[in-house]
Every structure is written in structure tokens, then in C-alpha cells.
């Protein structure tokens, strides 16, 4: 409601204020805003990043929700989806990788594998799961999972960040 030019009527400048103006912290503001523009760094070392690909395409369409912007370093990235086996021998360049992304940074588990070492978790040369190394925040199950549960772990993430008095949020470093 327009408020009336040259005379003060409590009630239509109340009304203007509720309907034009938010509220808010500069925090959840950047919450917001970090939710709404993730920056995914991929780190497939196994057959479930063929899945998360599929999620990229044109017919799952990520991009829909501003996921698509994949970076080759890690540098520029935000979220590190771990899709695949971690061996041993590719621990610390997980970590390593993981170390390079500034904070605040978020990390998704995306299969069997990278949860808890699926069905090589018996190996010996194999870590049981991205958690080993560092902290993860959504797990997405199957062997592997369908590009609609990578996109529904997406969401997820960006409901948490977006939310973090619903679901609490772990700020790594
Ligand atoms: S969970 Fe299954 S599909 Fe994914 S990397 Fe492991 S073996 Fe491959």
C-alpha cells in the first residue's frame, strides 16, 4: 500500500513496512546467498562420478539450480562432491584437495564407496569412507546412486546452509 504523501496515518505506514521490508543478519544473508550459487568441486575417482555426470546433463539439468558452475581447482570451489572410491594411495590427495578449499566449505558424500568404502570396505587398501579424512555433511546412498538422489543431495545441502537453525551446519575449518 502507498503511504499517503503529507499526512502520517500509522496504519498504512505499518502496513508498507510489513510488506517491503526483510529483517535479517548480515549471516543469514550470506547463507542465502552461498545456498543459492554453490561452487562444486568434483573428485570422482570411481564409477558413481559417471552418475553424478548424468545429474550435469541437459536431462537432469543441475544447472536449474545453480549447481553447474564445476571448477578444475579447488581454489574457486565451495562444495566438494567426493563420487567414487577413495584408495589409500588417493587419501592424502583427497585431503590435500580438501585442505585447498576456502572456507566456508561443505563436502557430500555421493555413493557406497565414498560413505564407507562400499563393496571394497574390506580391502586393505581401501579407506572407508571420505569421513576418515574429513568432515562430510550429506551422504547419498546406493551403488550407485541415481542422478535424482545427487540432485536431492544438492538440495539438501543447500537447504542446510540456507537453515542452519533446522538442520545444524558444521563450518569446516
Ligand atoms: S558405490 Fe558402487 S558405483 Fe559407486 S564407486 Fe563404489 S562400486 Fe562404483
Keep these: 500500500m502507498e503511504v499517503t504523501r503529507g499526512r502520517y496515518n500509522p496504519n498504512e505506514f505499518h ?3 510489513e510488506n517491503n521490508i526483510i529483517i535479517t543478519t548480515i549471516e543469514k544473508a550470506l547463507d542465502f546467498c552461498r ?4 561452487h562444486p568441486f568434483l573428485f570422482g575417482p570411481a564409477c558413481c562420478a559417471m552418475e ?7 536431462r537432469y539439468d543441475l544447472a536449474r539450480y545453480g549447481f553447474e558452475a564445476v571448477r578444475a ?4 570451489t565451495d562444495v566438494m562432491l567426493v563420487a ?14 580438501y585442505d585447498q578449499i576456502p572456507d ?12 564407507s568404502g562400499g563393496p571394497f570396505a574390506d580391502s586393505y587398501c581401501v579407506t572407508q569412507g571420505a569421513d576418515k579424512l574429513f568432515p562430510v555433511d550429506v551422504y547419498v546412498p546406493g551403488c550407485p546412486p541415481r542422478p535424482e538422489a545427487i540432485t536431492r543431495g544438492l538440495l539438501q545441502l543447500r537447504d ?6 533446522i538442520a545444524k551446519v558444521k563450518r569446516h575449518g
Design 15 to 17: 502496513e508498507a513496512f
Design 160 to 165: 542446510m546452509i540456507n537453515n542452519p537453525e
Design 52 to 58: 553424478l555426470m548424468q545429474a550435469m546433463n541437459g
Design 104 to 115: 566456508p566449505k561443505w563436502v557430500i558424500a555421493i555413493g557406497s564407496c565414498a560413505i
Design 35 to 38: 545456498s543459492r550459487s554453490l
Design 73 to 76: 581447482t579447488p581454489r574457486q
Design 84 to 97: 567414487g572410491t577413495i584408495t589409500n594411495k588417493m587419501a592424502a590427495v583427497a585431503k590435500r584437495l
